[in-house]
T-cell receptor, first 111, second 115 residues
Framework: QKEVEQNSGPLSVPEGAIASLNCTYS??????FFWYRQYSGKSPELIMS????GDKEDGRFTAQLNKASQYVSLLIRDSQPSDSATYLC???????????FGQGTELSVKP | GAVVSQHPSWVICKSGTSVKIECRSL??????MFWYRQFPKQSLMLMAT?????????EQGVEKDKFLINHASLTLSTLTVTSAHPEDSSFYIC???????????FGPGTRLTVL
């Protein structure tokens, strides 16, 4: 059974701090990794994709991938109250193109 | 790019009626579309995978005769909830991807309330 694990939180950080969200996955053969943000009552929104070991930066977001440790993380710099949401880590399942989602980490950024 | 729309955004219906939800990829052709359901405070639950021109693949426990999926073109998939009951009230979300293993782009969701 392929699994994706996240700390459910809630994770609370003060405004302006760095929020660190972590995800581990069980399938060593996974090649693609995605981070989605879901605001309460809304659908998920893709914020980062990462395919290679190392860091990928996009604005205030940095995704970090370590395939040897089967670990992918998302850093949010200069956290803002508008970043308060649930963050979902997702890994493709080999068959049929499905995504396996983690249970999501709820982030709360306090002003 | 990669915009997915859904219609309607919300619907209220009487128990026993059927409701159709449309999912469209607006600026790309989606080889595969997915239908999810999400209850309040719970995780996304994949209901089925829809490929253009072929029958949908349903997840275990999802009744294919109750949740009818049609994927008539590379830009449109529909989900029909037949004989809806109050327990079918939920947030239904579709997504579309360019190919196997690619990221999925989600529609805004349809909130269904069955009275």
């Amino acid at each position: 059974q392929k699994e994706v694990e996240q700390n459910s939180g809630p994770l609370s950080v003060p405004e302006g701090a760095i929020a660190s969200l972590n995800c581990t996955y069980s399938d060593r053969g996974s090649q693609s990794f995605f981070w989605y943000r879901q605001y309460s009552g809304k659908s998920p929104e893709l914020i980062m994709s990462i395919y290679s070991n190392g860091d990928k930066e996009d604005g205030r977001f940095t995704a970090q991938l370590n395939k040897a440790s089967q670990y992918v993380s998302l850093l949010i710099r200069d956290s803002q109250p508008s970043d308060s949401a649930t963050y979902l880590c997702a890994v493709p399942y080999n068959q049929g193109g499905k995504l396996i989602f983690g249970q999501g980490t709820e982030l709360s950024v306090k002003p | 790019g990669a915009v997915v729309s859904q219609h309607p955004s919300w619907v209220i219906c009487k128990s026993g009626t059927s409701v159709k939800i449309e999912c469209r990829s607006l600026d790309f052709q989606a080889t595969t579309m997915f239908w999810y359901r999400q209850f309040p405070k719970q995780s996304l639950m994949l209901m089925a995978t829809s490929n253009e021109g072929s029958k949908a693949t349903y997840e275990q426990g999802v009744e294919k005769d109750k949740f009818l999926i049609n994927h008539a073109s590379l830009t449109l998939s529909t989900l029909t909830v037949t004989s809806a009951h109050p327990e079918d009230s939920s947030f239904y979300i579709c997504s579309a991807s360019l190919g196997l293993g690619d990221e999925q782009f989600f529609g805004p969701g349809t909130r269904l309330t069955v009275l």
